[in-house]
């Protein structure tokens, strides 16, 4: 049985990713993210690490979106 703070934790969304983590989130391609982070300005380079943030990620996201 999984305690409750396990439980929490795996709820919690973080704000930034990298690449690796971002492209299993949102199910596509690395090359697929990177681009579309880079097009959303969503993309921090810190030293050598680069971290997206998710909340700028998505709402970019949002402007693909079909109304039908």
């Known amino acids: 049985m999984e305690s409750k703070n396990n439980s929490q934790e795996k709820n ?12 299993e989130i949102y199910s596509m391609g ?21 971290l997206v943030n998710c909340e700028i990620f998505e709402k970019y996201l949002e402007t693909f979106r079909l109304e039908e």
Not at 12 to 23: N, P
């Open 30 to 50: 690395m090359n697929k993210f990177q681009q579309l982070a880079k097009d959303a300005k969503a993309v921090y380079k810190i030293d050598k690490m680069v």
């Open 12 to 23: 919690v969304r973080k704000r930034f990713v990298r690449y690796k983590e971002g492209c």
